[in-house]
Structure formats: C-alpha cells, structure tokens
C-alpha cells in the first residue's frame, strides 16, 4: 500500500514558480511510477509528468521546458518544479503512483494552484 500527500500548491502571479511535492508511506516508494496529473475547473482530468523508477522522465508538451519533475527514493518523495507559470495552468494537482509489479494505482487528494494577477 501506498498513501500520497501533495502539498505545495497556492496562489502565484502569471511567470511565478511553484514547487509541489508529493510525500508517500509505504515501503514500495521504490518500484512506483510517479506521475503529476491536473484537473482544471470544468475539464478533464489531464497527464502533466510523470517519472519511472530508473529517473527517465516525461512531459505533456505544454508544460516543457517549464515544468520538472524528481523524485527521492530515499525520502519517498516526489516534486513538480513549476516556472514561468501560465493562468491556463490554474488546476488541482495530483500525485499517482503506479506500481510497476502490480498495476496498483495510488491518488492523493491533490493541492490547488491558481495562477492569477
């Protein structure tokens, strides 16, 4: 079993950074595909990034170049770096894991980030 907690989300001017992290229990961190999705108001629920458990790391093309994800293995911690944010990046943010033996899907209850001026 895994438990995910996002945190870090908030209220930041258009061209601001966030830095959302994603603490997770459980002994099986490790073999965990971690990935960020996003839901904004009145769409879908949408892939942002997501990191595999030998680093290799991938980005929806929107968010290149201005979003980073990492994780530590050794902390069971994952994070989103977000830059030059945009006001069409306004979502709830949230953290998955996919165990890779399993298929086992894991969902935190997700932070809020608003980008407005």
């Known amino acids: 079993q895994v438990q995910l907690v996002e945190s870090g989300g908030g209220l930041v001017r258009p061209g601001g950074s966030l830095r959302l992290s994603c603490a997770a229990s459980g002994s099986i961190f490790s073999r965990n595909t971690m990935s960020w999705y996003r839901q904004a108001p009145g769409k879908e629920r949408e892939w942002v990034a997501d990191?595999?458990?030998?680093?290799?790391?991938h980005y929806t093309d929107s968010v290149k170049g201005r979003f980073t994800i990492s994780r530590d293995n050794a902390k069971n911690m994952v994070a989103l770096q977000m830059d030059n944010l945009k006001p069409e990046d306004t979502a709830v943010f949230y953290c998955?894991?996919?165990?890779?033996?399993?298929?086992?899907?894991?969902w935190g209850k997700g932070t809020l980030v608003t980008v407005s001026s």
């Open positions: 998955r894991g996919r165990d890779v033996l399993y298929g086992t899907l894991y």
């Open positions: 990191i595999n458990t030998g680093g290799i790391t």
